[in-house]
């Protein structure tokens, strides 16, 4: 059997998976800010995690999962300066925190329902481990790891000699000693840990601590959370690769001081959704959409699952409207081809041990999804391939795949009578061997939004 190898950013390289204890995996996902909506490129670091998780369990492993909820705590820009963006969204819309986090949060778990993105075994909320935040202040106070400025208690990261291990930093390249608000930081890597609020009273979301009134920095909820649900030392931990250089090097620093252990044994990062230029998109930049905006347009949730597998999570995944199209397009054909193989009925050689073990190299091969598509066309396009036996070892596949195999079938399309009275023009003139004014009228019918495709059952209509 294919051994799991998993690219591990702490060694840039392609590692076999070896989990802590036998036969099960602890994981634990940064997860969504909860003061807008999940765009589509915060939706591919969840389907890569899904992905992930449901290759784990393909293997046989047991996944515990956690996902935090960031409903505090996370300033505008992620090196601790700007606003908190739960208290400017909760300010713009002129609502209470928790009623925005509750809305945003609710938003995002329908749109994960309908990607077919399971849900993890924890959601775990910032603003319920205010507790466990502080008590892993105190234990890095208690240790020397931390010092006051005026804004806040820091982490001093150059105490911890690892620090930056995992994005390579030249620590003794960055500039330190940059002034933040009215405190100073001793070193530019410094973090916050936990943030005085201004002026008492004027934050919504505040709590007492030994230091003063104030809220946690966003790192520390990650390894509060993480350690309290998993344990200090744990297999796996995801996120957008955007959090090397700052959030998961803040995260390991705190951490391996606290526990004085190893933190976390693989750390894996999902690139970019990018636009046509290569650009990173992102809220600020605008242009940006939601699954909701792309069902609005006309696509389904899955369309864009099926785009994000053509694409291996570690390279930017290029998307427009026009990549979308070409993916749906592409799921359309699998639909149309599994319904057909439900029906078919030829006798021939049952080659499931030969694709199962192609599948499984590609998937167990640090998540190679475009190649386990590969093996998929191929097995389908397999005429000498039993069908039956074809059809159960797809839907074996879609454990991993998440395309809604088993649902899939004959569509059926509300066609409305001006278009039909064309087919049936078009069957006459087809009769009549009239191939070009037959082909007038599939033009016809296609700038009325449908496809016309000929079968052995006669003309079947799809919309476009
Ligand atoms: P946030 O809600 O901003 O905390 O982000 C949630 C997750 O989405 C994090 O793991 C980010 O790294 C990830 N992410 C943000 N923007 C993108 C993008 N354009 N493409 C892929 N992942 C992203
Ligand atoms: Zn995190």
């Excluded at 059997?1 to 702490?10: G, Q, V």
């Excluded at 005026?150 to 390579?168: R, T």
Aim: contains cysteine; neutral net charge.
């Amino acid at each position: 059997m294919a051994e799991l190898k998993l690219y591990n950013t702490l060694t840039r390289k392609k590692e076999k998976f070896v989990p802590i204890k036998k036969g099960e995996v602890g994981m634990y996902s940064c997860g969504p800010t909860v003061y807008w909506f999940q765009h589509i490129g915060n939706i591919r670091a969840y389907l890569f995690v899904d992905t992930l998780k449901r290759i784990l369990e393909y293997n046989g492993y047991k996944v515990k999962h956690v996902i935090n909820v960031t409903d505090v705590g996370h300033l505008t820009s992620d090196a601790d300066e700007g606003e908190d963006k739960m208290e400017k969204a909760a300010a713009k819309e002129g609502k209470k925190a928790e009623e925005i986090a509750e809305f945003y949060f609710k938003v995002f778990k329908e749109d994960l329902k309908k990607l077919n993105i399971k849900e993890p075994s924890v959601w775990s909320k910032a603003t319920e481990h205010i507790k466990e935040q502080i008590e892993l202040i105190k234990k890095l106070e208690e240790k020397g790891f931390t010092y006051e400025t005026s804004d806040g208690i820091y982490f001093d990261s150059l105490k911890f000699k690892d620090y930056g291990k995992l994005a390579k930093l030249n620590i003794g390249g960055l500039e330190s000693g940059k002034r933040i608000g009215v405190g100073e930081k001793k070193h530019k890597t410094d973090f916050a840990l936990w943030k005085f609020s201004e002026e008492e009273g004027k934050r919504q979301q505040e709590w007492d601590s030994p230091w003063g009134v104030g809220f946690p920095g966003w790192h520390i909820e990650c390894s509060a959370m993480s350690m309290k649900h998993l344990g200090e030392h744990f297999d796996i931990h995801t996120g957008g690769e955007d959090h090397i250089p700052i959030h998961h090097t803040n995260e390991i620093a705190q951490s391996e001081c606290a526990t004085g252990k190893k933190f976390v044994n693989y750390w894996m990062h999902n690139a970019f959704l990018v636009d046509n230029a290569g650009e990173k998109v992102s809220k600020s930049k605008g242009g940006l959409f939601t699954i909701s905006d792309l069902e609005e347009k006309g696509y389904a949730a899955l369309d864009f699952r099926y785009l994000f597998l053509l694409t291996h999570y570690r390279k930017p995944l290029s998307f427009s409207l026009e990549t979308l199209d070409a993916a749906r397009n592409a799921y359309k054909r699998m639909k149309r081809k599994v319904v057909e193989l439900k029906k078919e009925k030829h006798k021939a050689q049952d080659n499931s041990d030969e694709y199962e073990n192609k599948f499984l190299d590609a998937v167990n091969d640090d998540l190679n999804m475009p190649r386990a598509l590969d093996v998929v066309w191929t097995m389908l396009d397999d005429f000498n391939f039993e069908p039956k036996k074809k059809l159960k070892l797809l839907e074996k596949f879609d454990e991993v795949l998440g395309l809604n195999i088993k649902e899939m079938k004959e569509e059926e399309v509300d066609v409305p009578k001006e278009v039909m009275e064309l087919v049936k023009e078009r069957e006459k003139l087809r009769k009549a061997k009239l191939w070009e004014e037959s082909d007038l009228f599939r033009e016809r019918i296609r700038e009325k939004g449908f496809v016309v495709q000929d079968t052995d059952e006669g003309p079947r209509l799809e919309k476009l």
